[in-house]
């Protein structure tokens, strides 16, 4: 089974702080993405990795960065957290050949103050 | 602009009867279609999938119809469920970015007792 895991479930910040969100994946997948789900809107494509060191932006890459130093984690940084990031952030995974089938984690759900 | 459009927030339907979940979409690069489902608290997980060569797939309970001509594609449920009631996310692939996913609002199901 794929499993997928978020470093935290809740997170609560206050604007300006610098947030990490991290995210592992146990099944050698070389592609890695984070999304932010809100009402609405569905889930936006912050950041996308498809190798090590890699990262490609998606439709939403301002106020983000991300780091991908080993091939199971993908971390997403908030450099300065603002109130309009609060939102549920979902990392997911895939195989390079795969035709988009991609494994979520549960999720986190940052709130910004 | 959303490439990938699901016009029903909410949908609530009888235990035993069936539920349509409706998608349109705008590009016509798209080629391959999938469904996700997701659980609060949980990370949404893939349903069923179709590529553009096909008009129909099915999978138990659930089948997808994609009408190429309409850009429209739609996911019943027969019989409906409570154990289905969930957020279901239509989503979108085109042939050149296989890893990228367009993911539409959501739509949110109740399937009533």
Partial sequence: ?113 | DQQVKQNSPSLSVQEGRISILNCDYTNSMFDYFLWYKKYPAEGPTFLISISSIKDKNEDGRFTVFLNKSAKHLSLHIVPSQPGDSAVYFCAAIMKTSYDKVIFGPGTSLSVIP
């Fill in chain 1, 1 to 113: 089974d794929v499993k997928v895991t978020q470093s935290s479930r809740y997170l609560v910040k206050r604007t300006g702080e610098k947030v990490f969100l991290e995210c592992v994946q146990d099944m050698d997948h070389e592609n890695m993405f984070w999304y932010r789900q809100d009402p609405g809107l569905g889930l936006r494509l912050i950041y996308f990795s498809y190798d090590v060191k890699m990262k490609e932006k998606g439709d939403i890459p301002e106020g983000y960065s991300v780091s991908r130093e080993k091939k199971e984690r993908f971390s997403l940084i908030l450099e300065s957290a603002s109130t309009n990031q609060t939102s549920m952030y979902l990392c997911a995974s895939s195989y390079r050949a795969g035709v988009g089938t991609q494994y979520f984690g549960p999720g986190t759900r940052l709130l910004v103050l």
